[in-house]
């Protein structure tokens, strides 16, 4: 059987045998009485991390927004601004008027929401009662693997705030966005309350953190307890995020120059991208694709255990990248890529 390289998602990594060691050996207690030493270290660490009070632990990145949203917005009738593209508008079950009672008010705008288009949609009164003030902006970094630009989120802190709202990030792929570690905390401290994902890019089969004041955890653990999200000894999953944190997160540069080196590639086939590779995905404009589609590309691959993803909204391959993908996989998809053109590009006999 040839390896397996499954490009269509960074959710599609599996725990190393070194992350499963760091599991197996975890010390653990009972966290709903906050006693499991390793989810007290992993909560610690990442609130240090970003430069904030407090963090918790939750099964998943939808968990901590949701949280988040519901936290923040406790008193109907409220409005939160999101991207039109945006997870927490599009893929979370439509959590945010299941859990919060808000209303949703998303943006369409490329790649990501400029403190315009904040201002253009804030909803300042209730207009005689017909409309729901916005007390919320939640914004996404990476969005679709784009990083979006501390400048651009300070202005949108600023003015929010100015407004008498606050900002959420939906910082699931964070790590991606400061993978030089440095600038995690400067994105963090910008923001009210962040999420960051354990189980993308970070390699772990579970688990996401919610970051924010210690009042906002407290009140947060209360609805997170409230929704059924209470674990016990958790400090198992717990050890692998600490894992992540310290052995897979220094992996993402390597990880970011090798989805540049495959879009560099793709692109001297002739396939267009349809957003710059700043991180770990690649976005190929399908629309713009050259004589080998990228549906002929797929099964292409398909034998030889590469995975492509379906192609997204009638206009994009994405394909993304993480630790668990490397060198010999790239090798081989230009290789096929190569092969394909030069076949479609000899007359016909
Ligand atoms: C995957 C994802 C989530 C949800 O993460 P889960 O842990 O799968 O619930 C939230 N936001 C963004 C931007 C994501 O990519």
Redesign the pocket.
Known sequence: MPPTWDLRSD?ATTPSPAMLAAMVSAPVGDDVLGEDPTVNELEHMVANLCGHESALFC???????QLAIRTHLCNPPESMLCHWD???FK??SGGTSLHSQAQMIPIKSSPNLSVQDIKDHFITGSFLGHCAPTHLVAL?N??SGVVMPIADIRDIGQFTRSMGALVHM?G??LWNAAADKKELREYATLVDSL?L????GMGCPV??LLVGTRQFIDKARHFRKAFGGGWRQAGILAAAGIYAINHIWPTMPATHALAKRLAQGLGQCGYSLALPVHTNMVMIDTAKSPSVSTTELSQALKPKGVILGAVYEGSHLRIVLHHQIDDECVDMILATVNKLHLAASEPAK
């Open positions: 959710t099964v998943s990145s939808t968990m901590a927004n945006s997870h927490i893929y979370e996404e990476t969005m939906d699931s792929r999420s994902c354990l189980s993308k688990g996401a």
